[in-house]
């Protein structure tokens, strides 16, 4: 069966520190990789998607940026963490379409 | 950008009443999905709806889809406490990648 695995759970950075959050897929190939993130009490902003190794598409022009090095691999990153980076970031795969997207538990991330 | 819209933001309801929540969207789609997440959790799938279909059901949800006027409503019958939590709609665009949330619809069941 498919899982996905993302970590860590919680995470405070202080402000201008760097950022590295992963997240792994197991027991599928070749999914559609995705990255949310939501404000408090809000909904979720796509930030990036991956169809493939190195394909990477970029919703929203900010200072996270993200790679894909391996098939079932999914790096969200920040050289410099900005205080409204805040959130509650949530990786998620697609398989086949149609398919539901499959969440992993999110990483709460809180920037001081 | 967000493509799907829920309304109402908030509901609240009695145990055993139903729940109507309504999800708007602007492109065409192939599919539309409703999704739950209770509070600091990543999102739970609860049901997908083709653009070929109207109506879905599965165990106290139902689902409706009217692709001519872009929305969807997602019916919860006889409602229990454990059913309070925040609902989204997704929507799956033609030719795209893309899978976009709405705000959201928060649900209290009230025992």
């Known amino acids: 069966s498919q899982t996905i695995h993302q970590w860590p759970a919680t995470l405070v950075q202080p402000v201008g520190s760097p950022l590295s959050l992963e997240c792994t897929v197991e027991?599928?190939?070749?999914?559609?990789l995705y990255w949310y993130r939501q404000a408090a009490g809000r909904g979720l902003q796509l930030l990036f998607y991956?169809?493939?190794?190195?394909?990477i598409s970029s919703e929203v022009p900010q200072n996270l940026s993200a790679s894909r090095p391996q098939d079932r691999q999914f790096i969200l990153s920040s050289k410099k963490l900005l205080l409204s980076d805040s959130g509650f970031y949530l990786c998620?795969?697609?398989?086949?379409?149609?398919?539901?997207?499959?969440f992993g538990n999110g990483t709460r991330l809180t920037v001081t | 950008s967000q493509q799907g819209e829920e309304d109402p933001q908030a509901l609240s309801i009695q145990e055993g009443e139903n729940a109507t929540m309504n999800c708007s969207y602007k492109?065409?789609?192939?599919?539309l999905q409703w999704y739950r997440q209770n509070s600091g959790r990543g999102l739970v799938h609860l049901i997908l709806?083709?653009?070929?279909?109207r109506e879905k059901h599965s165990g106290r949800l139902r689902v409706t889809l009217d692709t001519s006027k872009k929305s969807s409503s997602l019916l919860i019958t006889a409602s229990r406490a454990a059913d309070t939590a925040s609902y989204f709609c997704?929507?799956?665009?033609?030719?795209?990648?893309?899978?976009?949330f709405g705000a959201g619809t928060r649900l209290t069941v009230k025992p």
């Open positions: 998620a795969w697609l398989g086949t379409v149609p398919s539901p997207l499959h």
């Open positions: 027991g599928t190939s070749n999914p559609n």
């Open positions: 991956s169809v493939g190794i190195g394909q």
């Open positions: 492109t065409s789609i192939n599919n």
């Open positions: 709806i083709r653009s070929n279909e």
């Open positions: 997704a929507t799956d665009p033609y030719n795209n990648n893309d899978m976009r």
